[in-house]
Nanobody
Framework: QLVESGGGLVQAGDSLRLSCATV????????MGWFRQAPGKEREFLGF????????SYADSVKGRFTISRDNAKNTGYLQMNSLQPADTAVYYC???????????????WGQGTQVTVSS
């Protein structure tokens, strides 16, 4: 089970860090991905981290502004978001996969989602 935390209401230009904790077991999948879904839009891939190697891939839309990391000892992944803008308002999800992939259909364990709202 993946449990997310860290969402909230912030102002434009602020930063937030989201956490995704693995509950009850060690994170044993190949990768943890991050996605978001804004109202009325399709879910958008943001990036993923290969859990063992720590190698990260980002979507071009967030490269340079968002940073993915993980703490093996805590079985927790993180999404650091900087310079947030109203367009970043969405529900943010973490997910686990056995693949090296940006395809959300190959992620089969999902967190509950956490709302991020950015006011102008």
């Amino acid at each position: 089970q993946l449990v997310e935390s860290g969402g909230g209401l912030v102002q434009a230009g602020d930063s937030l860090r989201l956490s995704c904790a693995t509950v009850g077991r060690t994170f044993s999948r190949y990768a943890m991905g991050w996605f978001r879904q804004a109202p009325g839009k399709e879910r958008e891939f943001l990036g993923f981290i290969r859990w063992t190697s720590g190698i990260i891939s980002y979507a071009d839309s967030v490269k340079g502004r968002f940073t993915i990391s993980r703490d093996n000892a805590k079985n927790t992944g993180y999404l650091q978001m900087n310079s947030l803008q109203p367009a970043d308002t969405a529900v943010y999800y973490c997910a686990a996969t056995s693949w090296s992939t940006t395809d959300e259909r190959k992620y089969d364990m999902w967190g509950q989602g956490t709302q991020v709202t950015v006011s102008s």
